[in-house]
């Protein structure tokens, strides 16, 4: 079984990248591609073409094309990123726009109902919140990202939920207990996508 890792962070040096970096280390190179959308130049803007193209249930961007065929080589797609705004990043939220279209990600039966078409990925997310898990819980944006990002786009796709690992305070001054929270959320990432091979 093979993994895509993708990240939306524009510092390599960052921990959303070592995150990536460490997922990769412990899933093994040979079975793991990272994707670095930052650094590769996706772009993330849903323009006209792509409009053009959801009106009529076409694909004419190669780049969208080239994305499409990279998860298709995979059994697990995790997403690692920065929590802005509560939810993904510009660029990761791009990404999903232009790439998780009709006719690839879902279709539509006789009567224009969609039919999910991916359930044969799992996907697992490792978000890094600069904010506090009380914070989170308190303000409902456990709810909020439940909603927007685990069923708005995983169970629309009808995709697997995996493992939801979030690094909570991960721009706290304890060095220490941020690099332990990153390695538990890999953790966590790495036992379930080895969980579902045995």
């Known amino acids: 079984m093979r993994t895509l890792i993708v990240t939306a962070h524009p510092d390599t040096g960052s921990l959303t990248h070592h995150a990536a970096r460490r997922l990769q280390e412990e899933l093994g190179a040979d079975r ?32 969208v094309a080239a994305e499409q065929a990279r998860v298709d080589t995979v059994d697990h797609l995790v997403l690692v990123f920065p ?7 510009a660029l990761l939220k791009g990404w999903v726009d232009r790439v998780f279209v009709g006719g690839w990600a879902f279709g539509f039966d006789e009567e224009d109902r969609v039919v999910p078409w991916l359930d044969r990925l799992t996907v697992h997310l490792l978000p890094l919140s600069g904010t506090s898990a009380a914070s989170f819980a308190r303000h409902g944006y456990d709810r909020a990202f439940t909603t927007q990002v685990e069923e708005g786009i995983v169970d629309f796709c009808g995709m697997r939920r995996g493992a939801r690992a979030f690094v909570h305070d991960s721009e706290s001054t304890d ?14 990432v790495v036992a379930a996508i080895t969980r579902s091979q045995q």
């Open 83 to 89: 929590v802005y705004w509560w939810s993904l990043p």
């Open 32 to 63: 793991t591609t990272l994707a670095h959308l930052a650094q590769e130049g996706f772009d993330p803007r849903f323009a006209a073409g792509d409009r053009q193209d959801y009106l009529e249930r076409s694909l004419t961007d190669p780049a």
């Open 175 to 188: 060095r220490e207990a941020v690099g332990a929270a990153v390695e538990t959320a890999v953790d966590t």
